[in-house]
Protein backbone atom coordinates (compact mmCIF):
# COMPACT_ATOMS: atom_id res chain seq x y z
CA UNK A 1 0.00 0.00 0.00
CA UNK A 2 1.09 3.62 -1.00
CA UNK A 3 2.02 5.85 1.85
CA UNK A 4 -0.98 8.37 1.14
CA UNK A 5 -3.33 5.42 0.21
CA UNK A 6 -2.18 4.23 4.21
CA UNK A 7 -2.56 7.78 5.74
CA UNK A 8 -5.88 8.10 3.84
CA UNK A 9 -6.96 4.73 5.35
CA UNK A 10 -5.58 5.46 8.49
CA UNK A 11 -7.32 8.75 8.42
CA UNK A 12 -10.47 7.64 7.24
CA UNK A 13 -10.80 4.64 10.17
CA UNK A 14 -9.63 7.37 13.34
CA UNK A 15 -12.52 9.51 11.48
CA UNK A 16 -15.15 6.75 12.40
CA UNK A 17 -13.50 6.00 16.07
CA UNK A 18 -14.18 9.67 16.80
CA UNK A 19 -18.01 9.32 15.43
CA UNK A 20 -18.18 7.19 18.10
CA UNK A 21 -16.59 9.18 20.77
CA UNK A 22 -18.71 12.55 19.38
CA UNK A 23 -21.84 10.33 20.73
CA UNK A 24 -20.99 11.44 24.34
CA UNK A 25 -19.56 15.11 22.85
CA UNK A 26 -20.97 16.48 26.55
CA UNK A 27 -18.79 14.94 28.45
CA UNK A 28 -16.43 14.57 25.98
CA UNK A 29 -16.13 18.46 25.38
CA UNK A 30 -15.76 18.97 29.44
CA UNK A 31 -13.22 16.63 29.23
CA UNK A 32 -11.26 18.51 26.56
CA UNK A 33 -11.65 21.28 28.80
CA UNK A 34 -10.41 20.16 32.42
CA UNK A 35 -7.10 18.82 29.62
CA UNK A 36 -6.34 22.22 28.20
CA UNK A 37 -6.51 23.47 31.36
CA UNK A 38 -4.67 21.43 32.98
CA UNK A 39 -2.00 21.50 30.21
CA UNK A 40 -2.27 25.57 30.14
CA UNK A 41 -1.44 25.35 34.38
CA UNK A 42 1.20 22.88 33.79
CA UNK A 43 3.43 25.06 31.12
CA UNK A 44 2.78 27.88 32.72
CA UNK A 45 4.62 26.67 35.86
CA UNK A 46 7.68 27.01 34.01
CA UNK A 47 7.52 30.41 33.61
CA UNK A 48 7.07 31.19 37.30
CA UNK A 49 10.68 29.85 37.17
CA UNK A 50 12.06 33.41 35.50
CA UNK A 51 10.38 35.49 38.30
CA UNK A 52 10.90 33.41 40.61
CA UNK A 53 15.12 33.49 40.43
CA UNK A 54 15.09 36.90 39.47
CA UNK A 55 12.90 38.96 41.70
CA UNK A 56 12.67 36.27 44.46
CA UNK A 57 16.72 35.15 44.99
CA UNK A 58 18.37 38.06 43.13
CA UNK A 59 16.17 41.43 43.29
CA UNK A 60 14.71 39.93 46.74
CA UNK A 61 11.49 42.00 46.21
CA UNK A 62 9.34 40.84 49.78
CA UNK A 63 5.84 41.86 47.81
CA UNK A 64 6.25 39.03 45.48
CA UNK A 65 7.73 37.03 47.57
CA UNK A 66 4.95 37.05 49.91
CA UNK A 67 2.44 36.88 46.90
CA UNK A 68 4.71 33.54 45.34
CA UNK A 69 3.35 30.88 47.17
CA UNK A 70 0.04 31.65 47.50
CA UNK A 71 -0.13 32.14 43.64
CA UNK A 72 1.93 28.14 43.35
CA UNK A 73 -0.65 26.75 46.20
CA UNK A 74 -3.31 27.80 43.41
CA UNK A 75 -1.70 26.56 40.70
CA UNK A 76 -1.86 23.01 42.13
CA UNK A 77 -5.11 23.26 43.29
CA UNK A 78 -6.90 23.98 39.99
CA UNK A 79 -3.87 21.49 38.05
CA UNK A 80 -5.62 18.95 40.54
CA UNK A 81 -8.69 20.00 39.93
CA UNK A 82 -8.63 19.98 35.76
CA UNK A 83 -6.66 16.76 35.76
CA UNK A 84 -9.49 14.92 37.83
CA UNK A 85 -12.37 16.64 35.21
CA UNK A 86 -10.26 15.73 32.40
CA UNK A 87 -9.46 12.04 33.53
CA UNK A 88 -13.14 11.11 34.90
CA UNK A 89 -15.11 12.61 31.89
CA UNK A 90 -12.47 11.06 29.74
CA UNK A 91 -13.41 7.59 31.68
CA UNK A 92 -16.63 7.71 31.02
CA UNK A 93 -16.54 8.20 27.57
CA UNK A 94 -13.95 5.43 26.85
CA UNK A 95 -16.25 2.93 28.89
CA UNK A 96 -19.53 4.36 27.25
CA UNK A 97 -18.05 3.88 23.43
CA UNK A 98 -16.68 0.06 24.14
CA UNK A 99 -20.13 -0.53 25.84
CA UNK A 100 -21.76 1.43 22.17
CA UNK A 101 -18.88 -0.80 20.15
CA UNK A 102 -20.16 -4.11 21.60
CA UNK A 103 -23.62 -3.46 21.17
CA UNK A 104 -23.33 -2.77 17.69
CA UNK A 105 -21.10 -5.55 17.02
CA UNK A 106 -23.54 -8.08 18.89
CA UNK A 107 -26.73 -6.53 16.98
CA UNK A 108 -24.63 -6.67 13.93
CA UNK A 109 -23.44 -10.69 14.60
CA UNK A 110 -26.81 -11.38 14.94
CA UNK A 111 -28.11 -9.97 11.37
CA UNK A 112 -25.25 -11.81 9.33
CA UNK A 113 -26.14 -14.71 6.99
CA UNK A 114 -25.43 -18.16 8.06
CA UNK A 115 -22.38 -18.65 6.09
CA UNK A 116 -20.49 -16.07 7.66
CA UNK A 117 -20.59 -17.95 10.58
CA UNK A 118 -19.87 -21.16 9.03
CA UNK A 119 -16.22 -19.38 7.75
CA UNK A 120 -15.90 -17.50 10.77
CA UNK A 121 -13.90 -18.91 13.89
CA UNK A 122 -16.02 -18.23 16.97
CA UNK A 123 -12.68 -17.39 19.05
CA UNK A 124 -11.58 -15.03 16.44
CA UNK A 125 -15.56 -12.94 16.88
CA UNK A 126 -15.11 -13.13 20.25
CA UNK A 127 -11.65 -11.78 20.09
CA UNK A 128 -12.59 -8.71 18.22
CA UNK A 129 -15.92 -8.14 21.05
CA UNK A 130 -13.62 -7.97 23.50
CA UNK A 131 -10.11 -7.63 22.99
CA UNK A 132 -9.98 -5.23 19.72
CA UNK A 133 -12.94 -3.15 20.79
CA UNK A 134 -10.94 -2.41 24.35
CA UNK A 135 -7.92 -1.03 21.75
CA UNK A 136 -10.12 0.86 19.63
CA UNK A 137 -12.16 2.40 22.60
CA UNK A 138 -8.53 3.54 23.96
CA UNK A 139 -7.38 5.24 20.36
CA UNK A 140 -10.12 6.68 20.49
CA UNK A 141 -10.77 8.14 24.22
CA UNK A 142 -7.92 7.77 26.33
CA UNK A 143 -5.42 8.60 23.43
CA UNK A 144 -6.89 11.51 22.37
CA UNK A 145 -6.52 12.66 26.13
CA UNK A 146 -2.59 12.35 25.95
CA UNK A 147 -2.58 13.87 22.29
CA UNK A 148 -4.93 17.48 23.42
CA UNK A 149 -2.71 17.00 26.78
CA UNK A 150 1.03 16.99 25.37
CA UNK A 151 0.22 19.01 22.12
CA UNK A 152 -1.20 21.80 24.01
CA UNK A 153 1.40 21.08 26.77
CA UNK A 154 3.71 21.49 23.88
CA UNK A 155 2.22 24.58 22.25
CA UNK A 156 2.08 26.52 26.53
CA UNK A 157 5.99 25.22 26.70
CA UNK A 158 6.89 26.91 23.23
CA UNK A 159 5.23 29.71 24.04
CA UNK A 160 7.44 30.39 27.20
CA UNK A 161 10.40 29.62 25.13
CA UNK A 162 10.13 32.33 22.80
CA UNK A 163 9.27 34.14 24.99
CA UNK A 164 12.61 34.14 26.35
CA UNK A 165 14.80 33.63 23.27
CA UNK A 166 13.33 32.76 19.81
CA UNK A 167 16.81 32.39 18.63
CA UNK A 168 17.36 29.48 21.19
CA UNK A 169 13.88 28.10 20.52
CA UNK A 170 14.85 27.86 16.64
CA UNK A 171 17.52 25.39 17.70
CA UNK A 172 14.51 22.76 19.12
CA UNK A 173 12.48 23.42 16.35
CA UNK A 174 15.62 21.99 13.53
CA UNK A 175 15.15 18.86 15.75
CA UNK A 176 11.33 18.42 14.98
CA UNK A 177 11.56 16.89 11.18
CA UNK A 178 13.90 13.99 12.41
CA UNK A 179 11.58 13.28 15.43
CA UNK A 180 8.43 13.41 13.10
CA UNK A 181 10.25 10.63 11.01
CA UNK A 182 10.86 8.68 13.54
CA UNK A 183 7.64 8.45 14.97
CA UNK A 184 6.01 8.45 11.01
CA UNK A 185 8.68 5.12 10.50
CA UNK A 186 7.65 3.25 13.80
CA UNK A 187 4.24 3.90 13.14
CA UNK A 188 4.16 1.58 10.32
CA UNK A 189 5.81 -1.46 11.84
CA UNK A 190 4.03 -0.95 14.88
CA UNK A 191 0.43 -1.23 13.13
CA UNK A 192 2.08 -4.72 11.38
CA UNK A 193 2.95 -5.85 14.77
CA UNK A 194 -0.34 -5.12 16.59
CA UNK A 195 -2.07 -6.77 13.86
CA UNK A 196 -0.49 -9.95 14.37
CA UNK A 197 -1.18 -9.55 18.37
CA UNK A 198 -4.40 -9.60 17.54
CA UNK A 199 -5.06 -12.23 15.28
CA UNK A 200 -2.86 -14.37 17.63
CA UNK A 201 -4.70 -13.30 20.50
CA UNK A 202 -7.79 -14.60 18.33
CA UNK A 203 -5.94 -17.77 18.30
CA UNK A 204 -5.49 -18.14 21.30
CA UNK A 205 -9.26 -17.64 22.47
CA UNK A 206 -10.12 -20.16 19.94
CA UNK A 207 -8.31 -22.86 21.00
CA UNK A 208 -9.53 -21.95 24.85
CA UNK A 209 -13.12 -22.04 23.80
CA UNK A 210 -12.48 -25.59 21.69
CA UNK A 211 -11.38 -27.11 25.19
CA UNK A 212 -13.58 -25.53 27.13
CA UNK A 213 -16.74 -27.08 25.03
CA UNK A 214 -14.62 -30.37 24.38
CA UNK A 215 -13.12 -30.79 27.95
CA UNK A 216 -15.13 -34.36 27.47
CA UNK A 217 -13.52 -35.96 24.05
CA UNK A 218 -9.95 -34.48 25.19
CA UNK A 219 -10.04 -36.36 28.37
CA UNK A 220 -11.37 -39.74 27.24
CA UNK A 221 -8.97 -39.51 23.93
CA UNK A 222 -6.10 -38.29 26.31
CA UNK A 223 -5.59 -35.24 24.48
CA UNK A 224 -4.39 -33.08 27.25
CA UNK A 225 -0.87 -32.90 26.13
CA UNK A 226 -1.96 -32.21 22.35
CA UNK A 227 -3.99 -29.17 23.84
CA UNK A 228 -1.65 -27.92 26.21
CA UNK A 229 1.26 -27.83 23.72
CA UNK A 230 -1.26 -26.38 21.17
CA UNK A 231 -2.31 -23.76 23.79
CA UNK A 232 1.73 -23.02 24.71
CA UNK A 233 2.58 -22.54 20.81
CA UNK A 234 0.03 -19.96 20.50
CA UNK A 235 0.12 -18.01 23.95
CA UNK A 236 4.20 -17.85 23.34
CA UNK A 237 3.15 -16.51 19.79
CA UNK A 238 1.33 -14.00 21.19
CA UNK A 239 4.38 -13.20 23.55
CA UNK A 240 6.47 -12.67 21.08
CA UNK A 241 4.49 -10.47 18.98
CA UNK A 242 3.82 -8.84 22.85
CA UNK A 243 7.75 -8.14 22.82
CA UNK A 244 8.37 -7.29 19.30
CA UNK A 245 5.44 -3.99 20.07
CA UNK A 246 7.38 -3.68 23.12
CA UNK A 247 11.05 -3.31 21.65
CA UNK A 248 9.12 -1.34 18.96
CA UNK A 249 8.01 1.56 21.16
CA UNK A 250 11.16 1.38 23.67
CA UNK A 251 13.29 1.98 20.54
CA UNK A 252 11.26 4.98 19.43
CA UNK A 253 11.09 6.83 22.77
CA UNK A 254 14.33 6.46 23.39
CA UNK A 255 15.37 7.43 19.75
CA UNK A 256 12.81 10.73 20.13
CA UNK A 257 14.36 11.43 23.54
CA UNK A 258 18.17 11.08 22.29
CA UNK A 259 16.87 14.12 19.42
CA UNK A 260 15.64 15.86 21.72
CA UNK A 261 18.45 15.56 24.39
CA UNK A 262 20.79 16.67 21.21
CA UNK A 263 18.67 19.75 20.92
CA UNK A 264 18.65 20.62 24.63
CA UNK A 265 22.81 19.97 24.78
CA UNK A 266 23.27 22.60 21.65
CA UNK A 267 21.01 25.29 23.53
CA UNK A 268 22.90 24.95 26.21
CA UNK A 269 26.02 25.76 24.25
CA UNK A 270 24.46 28.27 22.44
CA UNK A 271 23.20 29.81 25.59
CA UNK A 272 26.45 30.12 27.51
CA UNK A 273 28.16 31.63 24.75
CA UNK A 274 29.46 35.04 25.44
CA UNK A 275 27.47 36.62 22.78
CA UNK A 276 24.30 35.79 24.31
CA UNK A 277 22.48 38.00 26.41
CA UNK A 278 20.58 36.24 29.10
CA UNK A 279 19.47 36.83 32.72
CA UNK A 280 19.66 33.59 35.02
CA UNK A 281 16.08 33.59 35.15
CA UNK A 282 15.26 33.55 31.29
CA UNK A 283 18.29 30.65 30.76
CA UNK A 284 16.44 28.28 33.82
CA UNK A 285 13.19 28.93 31.99
CA UNK A 286 13.96 27.92 28.59
CA UNK A 287 16.55 25.08 29.68
CA UNK A 288 13.19 23.69 32.50
CA UNK A 289 10.76 24.20 29.80
CA UNK A 290 13.06 22.06 27.48
CA UNK A 291 12.77 19.44 29.61
CA UNK A 292 9.60 19.61 30.60
CA UNK A 293 9.38 19.08 26.51
CA UNK A 294 10.57 15.63 27.21
CA UNK A 295 7.77 14.49 28.67
CA UNK A 296 4.91 15.06 26.32
CA UNK A 297 7.31 14.23 23.96
CA UNK A 298 7.75 10.72 25.42
CA UNK A 299 4.04 10.81 25.58
CA UNK A 300 3.35 11.35 21.93
CA UNK A 301 5.48 8.60 21.54
CA UNK A 302 3.73 6.05 23.15
CA UNK A 303 0.47 7.31 22.48
CA UNK A 304 1.14 6.69 18.94
CA UNK A 305 1.86 3.02 20.12
CA UNK A 306 -2.04 3.09 21.04
CA UNK A 307 -3.19 4.56 18.12
CA UNK A 308 -1.68 2.08 16.38
CA UNK A 309 -2.87 -0.64 18.56
CA UNK A 310 -6.22 0.75 18.16
CA UNK A 311 -6.04 1.51 14.45
CA UNK A 312 -5.13 -2.45 13.79
CA UNK A 313 -8.18 -3.21 16.49
CA UNK A 314 -10.30 -0.73 14.17
CA UNK A 315 -9.85 -2.80 11.17
CA UNK A 316 -11.04 -6.04 12.37
CA UNK A 317 -13.96 -4.30 13.92
CA UNK A 318 -14.87 -2.44 11.24
CA UNK A 319 -14.57 -5.14 8.74
CA UNK A 320 -17.16 -6.78 10.79
CA UNK A 321 -19.44 -3.96 10.87
CA UNK A 322 -18.76 -3.54 7.27
CA UNK A 323 -20.18 -7.16 6.60
CA UNK A 324 -23.19 -7.33 4.96
CA UNK A 325 -26.11 -8.37 6.86
CA UNK A 326 -29.27 -11.14 5.38
CA UNK A 327 -30.82 -9.39 2.47
CA UNK A 328 -34.25 -9.01 3.21
CA UNK A 329 -36.19 -7.21 0.13
CA UNK A 330 -39.70 -9.05 0.42
CA UNK A 331 -42.55 -7.15 1.11
CA UNK A 332 -44.83 -9.91 1.71
CA UNK A 333 -46.23 -10.55 5.16
CA UNK A 334 -49.14 -12.45 6.44
CA UNK A 335 -50.29 -13.67 9.38
CA UNK A 336 -50.10 -17.25 9.12
CA UNK A 337 -49.78 -19.00 5.97
CA UNK A 338 -51.55 -22.20 4.61
CA UNK A 339 -48.38 -24.11 4.55
CA UNK A 340 -48.54 -25.05 0.96
CA UNK A 341 -44.44 -26.28 -0.03
CA UNK A 342 -42.94 -25.89 -3.63
CA UNK A 343 -39.38 -26.98 -4.88
CA UNK A 344 -39.13 -25.92 -8.66
CA UNK A 345 -35.97 -27.18 -10.36
CA UNK A 346 -34.11 -26.36 -7.19
CA UNK A 347 -30.28 -26.37 -7.66
CA UNK A 348 -27.50 -25.25 -4.83
CA UNK A 349 -24.21 -25.45 -4.28
CA UNK A 350 -22.45 -24.25 -0.60
CA UNK A 351 -19.39 -21.68 -1.32
CA UNK A 352 -16.66 -23.76 -0.48
CA UNK A 353 -17.52 -26.63 -2.52
CA UNK A 354 -17.52 -27.88 -6.19
CA UNK A 355 -20.15 -29.97 -6.50
CA UNK A 356 -24.31 -29.25 -6.19
CA UNK A 357 -25.98 -30.13 -3.05
CA UNK A 358 -29.05 -30.40 -4.77
CA UNK A 359 -29.20 -30.84 -8.33
CA UNK A 360 -32.59 -29.78 -10.32
CA UNK A 361 -34.85 -30.31 -6.82
CA UNK A 362 -38.34 -30.68 -7.34
CA UNK A 363 -42.04 -31.45 -5.06
CA UNK A 364 -44.53 -30.22 -3.42
CA UNK A 365 -46.50 -30.84 -0.07
CA UNK A 366 -50.30 -29.74 0.29
CA UNK A 367 -51.09 -27.74 3.68
CA UNK A 368 -51.25 -30.24 6.36
CA UNK A 369 -49.18 -33.33 4.61
CA UNK A 370 -46.26 -34.93 6.32
CA UNK A 371 -43.66 -35.62 3.93
CA UNK A 372 -40.38 -37.45 4.62
CA UNK A 373 -36.85 -36.62 3.50
CA UNK A 374 -33.99 -39.60 3.58
CA UNK A 375 -31.15 -40.63 2.15
CA UNK A 376 -27.51 -41.55 3.06
CA UNK A 377 -25.49 -38.60 4.80
CA UNK A 378 -24.61 -35.41 2.63
CA UNK A 379 -27.35 -36.33 0.24
CA UNK A 380 -29.17 -32.57 0.70
CA UNK A 381 -31.82 -33.02 3.42
CA UNK A 382 -30.28 -30.60 5.98
CA UNK A 383 -30.31 -28.33 3.03
CA UNK A 384 -33.41 -28.34 1.82
CA UNK A 385 -34.65 -27.39 6.00
CA UNK A 386 -31.76 -24.24 5.55
CA UNK A 387 -33.27 -22.97 1.95
CA UNK A 388 -36.91 -23.26 2.87
CA UNK A 389 -36.31 -21.04 6.33
CA UNK A 390 -33.41 -18.71 3.84
CA UNK A 391 -30.25 -19.44 6.22
CA UNK A 392 -28.71 -19.66 2.36
CA UNK A 393 -29.49 -17.46 -1.14
CA UNK A 394 -27.76 -18.25 -4.41
CA UNK A 395 -29.82 -21.27 -5.63
CA UNK A 396 -31.25 -21.60 -8.98
CA UNK A 397 -34.79 -22.53 -9.49
CA UNK A 398 -37.72 -21.03 -7.24
CA UNK A 399 -38.75 -21.70 -3.43
CA UNK A 400 -42.50 -21.03 -2.89
CA UNK A 401 -44.66 -21.26 0.33
CA UNK A 402 -48.62 -20.73 -0.90
CA UNK A 403 -47.54 -19.85 -4.49
CA UNK A 404 -45.07 -16.73 -3.13
CA UNK A 405 -41.57 -16.88 -3.66
CA UNK A 406 -39.82 -17.26 -0.32
CA UNK A 407 -37.77 -14.24 -0.69
CA UNK A 408 -40.96 -11.87 -1.58
CA UNK A 409 -41.98 -12.67 2.06
CA UNK A 410 -39.93 -10.18 4.70
CA UNK A 411 -37.73 -11.98 6.42
CA UNK A 412 -38.86 -11.90 10.20
CA UNK A 413 -42.52 -12.82 8.46
CA UNK A 414 -41.45 -15.94 6.87
CA UNK A 415 -39.52 -17.93 9.67
CA UNK A 416 -42.61 -16.81 12.04
CA UNK A 417 -44.32 -19.36 10.03
CA UNK A 418 -41.35 -22.05 10.84
CA UNK A 419 -41.10 -24.34 14.21
CA UNK A 420 -38.35 -26.26 14.34
CA UNK A 421 -37.04 -29.54 16.22
CA UNK A 422 -33.22 -30.67 15.59
CA UNK A 423 -30.88 -33.25 16.78
CA UNK A 424 -29.31 -30.61 17.82
CA UNK A 425 -31.09 -28.73 21.07
CA UNK A 426 -29.98 -25.12 21.52
CA UNK A 427 -30.87 -24.47 24.91
CA UNK A 428 -29.84 -21.06 26.98
CA UNK A 429 -28.38 -20.93 30.07
CA UNK A 430 -31.51 -19.75 31.52
CA UNK A 431 -34.70 -21.77 33.15
CA UNK A 432 -36.66 -23.96 31.70
CA UNK A 433 -39.75 -21.40 30.98
CA UNK A 434 -37.36 -18.71 29.39
CA UNK A 435 -36.46 -21.29 27.65
CA UNK A 436 -39.61 -22.74 26.35
CA UNK A 437 -40.79 -19.31 25.76
CA UNK A 438 -37.98 -18.02 24.02
CA UNK A 439 -38.45 -15.06 21.73
CA UNK A 440 -42.22 -14.55 23.33
CA UNK A 441 -44.13 -12.75 26.11
CA UNK A 442 -46.23 -15.99 27.32
CA UNK A 443 -47.99 -16.93 30.75
CA UNK A 444 -46.95 -18.92 33.45
CA UNK A 445 -49.79 -21.40 32.36
CA UNK A 446 -49.32 -21.62 28.71
CA UNK A 447 -45.72 -22.78 29.22
CA UNK A 448 -46.90 -25.82 32.08
CA UNK A 449 -49.42 -26.71 28.67
CA UNK A 450 -46.84 -26.68 26.24
CA UNK A 451 -44.93 -28.89 29.12
CA UNK A 452 -47.53 -30.99 28.86
CA UNK A 453 -48.23 -31.29 25.73
CA UNK A 454 -44.69 -32.56 25.09
CA UNK A 455 -44.39 -35.32 27.60
CA UNK A 456 -41.91 -33.14 29.55
CA UNK A 457 -44.34 -31.83 32.94
CA UNK A 458 -43.58 -35.08 34.18
CA UNK A 459 -39.94 -34.33 34.55
CA UNK A 460 -39.80 -31.16 35.29
CA UNK A 461 -42.14 -31.43 38.22
CA UNK A 462 -39.82 -33.69 39.88
CA UNK A 463 -37.39 -30.33 39.51
CA UNK A 464 -36.29 -28.29 42.85
CA UNK A 465 -37.66 -25.15 41.05
CA UNK A 466 -39.77 -26.71 38.63
CA UNK A 467 -40.13 -24.73 35.28
CA UNK A 468 -37.75 -21.80 36.93
CA UNK A 469 -34.94 -24.21 37.34
CA UNK A 470 -31.78 -23.84 35.27
CA UNK A 471 -30.61 -26.03 32.60
CA UNK A 472 -26.67 -24.58 32.55
CA UNK A 473 -24.81 -23.83 29.86
CA UNK A 474 -26.84 -25.19 26.07
CA UNK A 475 -28.84 -27.65 28.69
CA UNK A 476 -26.02 -30.08 30.02
CA UNK A 477 -27.89 -30.50 33.97
CA UNK A 478 -30.79 -32.00 31.58
CA UNK A 479 -30.35 -35.94 29.96
CA UNK A 480 -30.73 -35.40 25.62
CA UNK A 481 -34.17 -36.82 25.92
CA UNK A 482 -35.49 -33.50 28.26
CA UNK A 483 -33.54 -31.55 26.00
CA UNK A 484 -35.40 -32.62 23.33
CA UNK A 485 -39.14 -32.48 24.87
CA UNK A 486 -38.34 -28.74 25.75
CA UNK A 487 -37.09 -28.22 21.93
CA UNK A 488 -40.66 -29.82 21.33
CA UNK A 489 -42.42 -27.78 23.67
CA UNK A 490 -41.10 -24.43 21.91
CA UNK A 491 -42.55 -25.42 19.05
CA UNK A 492 -45.86 -26.52 20.40
CA UNK A 493 -45.66 -23.16 22.03
CA UNK A 494 -44.86 -21.20 18.91
CA UNK A 495 -47.54 -22.37 17.03
CA UNK A 496 -46.43 -22.07 13.21
CA UNK A 497 -48.62 -23.98 10.38
CA UNK A 498 -45.05 -25.67 8.73
CA UNK A 499 -43.25 -27.91 11.55
CA UNK A 500 -39.73 -28.61 10.39
CA UNK A 501 -38.26 -32.10 11.94
CA UNK A 502 -34.15 -32.06 11.12
CA UNK A 503 -33.57 -35.66 12.83
CA UNK A 504 -34.86 -34.70 16.23
CA UNK A 505 -34.78 -38.62 17.24
CA UNK A 506 -31.66 -40.26 15.77
CA UNK A 507 -29.68 -39.16 18.99
CA UNK A 508 -32.11 -40.98 21.48
CA UNK A 509 -32.30 -44.48 22.50
CA UNK A 510 -35.81 -46.49 22.12
CA UNK A 511 -37.54 -45.73 24.93
CA UNK A 512 -36.59 -41.84 25.36
CA UNK A 513 -37.69 -42.14 21.07
CA UNK A 514 -40.86 -44.08 21.49
CA UNK A 515 -42.11 -40.72 24.28
CA UNK A 516 -40.51 -38.17 22.15
CA UNK A 517 -42.42 -39.80 18.68
CA UNK A 518 -45.93 -39.55 20.64
CA UNK A 519 -45.41 -36.15 21.23
CA UNK A 520 -44.19 -35.30 18.28
CA UNK A 521 -47.29 -37.06 16.51
CA UNK A 522 -49.44 -34.60 18.64
CA UNK A 523 -47.53 -31.62 17.31
CA UNK A 524 -47.68 -32.72 13.71
CA UNK A 525 -51.51 -32.42 13.71
CA UNK A 526 -53.02 -30.03 11.13
CA UNK A 527 -49.54 -28.86 10.15
CA UNK A 528 -47.45 -29.59 7.03
CA UNK A 529 -44.46 -31.17 7.99
CA UNK A 530 -40.79 -32.16 6.91
CA UNK A 531 -39.04 -35.07 8.32
CA UNK A 532 -35.59 -35.43 7.75
CA UNK A 533 -35.37 -39.39 9.38
CA UNK A 534 -32.42 -40.83 10.15
CA UNK A 535 -34.29 -44.08 11.69
CA UNK A 536 -36.92 -44.89 8.46
CA UNK A 537 -39.49 -47.00 11.27
CA UNK A 538 -40.29 -43.45 12.54
CA UNK A 539 -41.51 -42.26 9.23
CA UNK A 540 -43.76 -45.18 7.93
CA UNK A 541 -47.14 -43.16 8.62
CA UNK A 542 -45.97 -39.86 6.38
CA UNK A 543 -48.00 -39.34 3.32
CA UNK A 544 -45.19 -39.79 1.28
CA UNK A 545 -40.97 -40.04 1.68
CA UNK A 546 -38.44 -38.58 -0.54
CA UNK A 547 -35.53 -40.28 -1.42
CA UNK A 548 -32.86 -38.34 -1.93
CA UNK A 549 -28.83 -39.34 -3.30
CA UNK A 550 -26.15 -37.11 -4.03
CA UNK A 551 -28.40 -34.17 -4.17
CA UNK A 552 -30.97 -35.52 -6.90
CA UNK A 553 -34.70 -36.85 -5.97
CA UNK A 554 -34.05 -40.87 -6.65
CA UNK A 555 -37.38 -42.15 -5.67
CA UNK A 556 -40.81 -40.79 -4.20
CA UNK A 557 -43.77 -42.34 -2.35
CA UNK A 558 -45.33 -43.80 0.23
CA UNK A 559 -43.76 -46.37 2.81
CA UNK A 560 -45.59 -49.43 1.18
CA UNK A 561 -45.05 -48.20 -2.08
CA UNK A 562 -41.53 -47.93 -2.01
CA UNK A 563 -40.50 -50.98 -0.46
CA UNK A 564 -42.65 -52.65 -2.78
CA UNK A 565 -40.50 -51.28 -5.87
CA UNK A 566 -37.97 -53.35 -3.61
CA UNK A 567 -35.22 -49.84 -4.79
CA UNK A 568 -32.94 -47.34 -2.95
CA UNK A 569 -35.37 -46.57 -0.21
CA UNK A 570 -36.22 -50.38 0.18
CA UNK A 571 -32.75 -51.40 0.38
CA UNK A 572 -32.08 -48.81 3.43
CA UNK A 573 -34.79 -49.93 5.23
CA UNK A 574 -33.54 -53.49 5.46
CA UNK A 575 -30.02 -52.17 5.86
CA UNK A 576 -31.59 -50.64 9.22
CA UNK A 577 -33.73 -53.31 9.99
CA UNK A 578 -31.15 -55.75 9.95
CA UNK A 579 -29.10 -54.05 11.77
CA UNK A 580 -31.22 -52.83 14.32
Not at 117 to 128: A, V
Not at 300 to 318: D, E, M, W, Y
Not at 521 to 531: A, G, K, S, Y
Request: proline letters at 2%.
Amino acid sequence: MSEPAGFSKSFSLYGRLLKYVMQFWPTFLLAMMGNILYSGINSSLTYLLKPILNKGFIERDSHFVHFLPWLIFGSFVLQGLTNVLGTYCMTVVSRSVVMRFRQDIFSHLLKLPAKFFDNSSSGQLLSTIFYNVEQVANAGSDAVTDCVQSFCMIVGLLVVMFSQSWKLSLIFFMMVPLISLAVHHSSKRLRRINLWMQKQMGHVTSIAEEAIEGYRVIRMFGGQKYEVNKFNQATDQNRQAELKGAATKAINISGVQLLAGIALSVIIYVATARHMKLSAGSFVAIIAAMIALLKPLKTFTTVNTSIQRGLAGAQSVFQLLDTPVEEDKGTVSVPRVAGDITFDQVTFSYPNLDRSVLDQVSFRVKPGEVVALVGRSGGGKSTIISLLQRFYTGYSGRILIDDVSITDYQLANLRAQFAIVSQHVTLFNDTIARNISYGQSISEEAIIAAAKAAHAWEFIQRLPEGIHTLVGENGVLLSGGQRQRLAIARAILKNAPILLLDEATSSLDTESEKNIQVALEDLMRERTTLVVAHRLSTIENANFIIVLDRGKIVEVGDHKTLLSQDGYYAKLYKMQFRDE
